[in-house]
């Protein structure tokens, strides 16, 4: 359906997870495909899997930590030197733990703060000069924490709402140049780190499946497939949105299922 043949994307946090499959993505749909993170052989290992995908594309990777700022402007200038300009970006970097509010440390807070918000902020500052204009497209991975209290998610909740009020400020700012941004907010997806942490069992997740009003966990592809619109032509007029893909968890499952992990995450530890 999409055809991103001789447009250069760049994944951070592109190594794993969603990001991964959202890079490979573009690359099957003829893209030229930058990725980042903070491990040097996990982006090794994802340019070789970018290159199986879309041998005829440009590809390639550079290591560096979001919250560096020297690291993240020697990134970008190797995506310069390759791309010239950028016309998708994807901003993925992410951390997140469970842990309740009254033991969680004030390092632990500012970490996930520093790498989601903090780090979203540098990565786009980083990327804006570089920004395809008219027709740049930015995408940020947020959270469902973001707009759903869930306990032992205090953390990670304060940065998403920030990262997706940044998008929104920023499709305000950027709009008149014709750069557009927008929010993704992944649902429980199957086979991701994240969604292994917080629900650590087959059976948890199953439970978390039965939460979801289309009576399934997510696939990485689903995520995929919203990057590839939400970047394409077809969506050409969309800027400022924080879409769930998510089979409509957030309308109310969401916040239960987490209540339930978070209780039965609670007892064990007791035990």
């Known amino acids: 359906m999409f055809d991103y043949k001789g447009k250069n994307v760049v994944v951070v946090g592109g190594t794993s997870g969603i990001n991964l499959a959202i890079a490979l993505a573009f690359a099957q749909a003829g893209a030229n495909v930058a990725v980042a993170s903070r491990s040097a052989e996990k982006v090794n290992a994802a340019v070789k899997l970018l290159r199986e995908a879309n041998p005829k594309g440009t590809h390639m990777g550079a290591s560096f930590d979001v919250r560096d700022v020297d690291g993240l402007t020697a990134g970008f200038s190797q995506f310069n030197v390759h791309f010239s300009q950028i016309d998708v970006l994807v901003s993925g970097a992410a951390g997140n733990f469970p842990a ?15 790498i989601d918000l903090l780090g979203s902020f540098q990565v786009l500052k980083q990327a804006y ?4 204009r008219p027709g740049g497209c930015i995408i940020q991975i947020s959270a469902p924490q973001a707009f759903v209290a869930m306990p032992m998610q205090a953390h990670v909740g304060a940065a998403k709402a920030g990262v997706d009020m940044l998008t929104k400020n920023l499709a305000l ?13 992944p649902g429980p997806i199957s086979g991701t780190e994240g969604f292994n942490r917080l ?37 050409s007029y969309i800027t400022g949105v924080v879409l769930p893909i998510d089979g409509g968890w957030s309308l109310g499952g969401a916040s239960m299922a987490m209540a339930e992990l978070a209780l039965l995450a609670t007892t064990r530890a007791k035990e």
Do not use: H, Y
């Open 100 to 114: 309740p509010a009254a033991l969680l440390s004030e390092n632990g807070f500012k970490s996930v703060m520093d």
């Open 129 to 132: 000069p570089l920004m395809t």
């Open 173 to 185: 700012e950027w709009g008149c140049e014709g750069i557009r941004i927008n929010s993704i907010v």
């Open 199 to 235: 629900a650590p069992s087959a059976e948890l997740q199953e439970r978390v499946a039965k939460s979801v009003p289309l009576q399934r966990n997510g696939l990485r592809q689903d995520i995929a497939n919203g990057a590839l619109f939400l970047a394409s032509p077809m969506a």
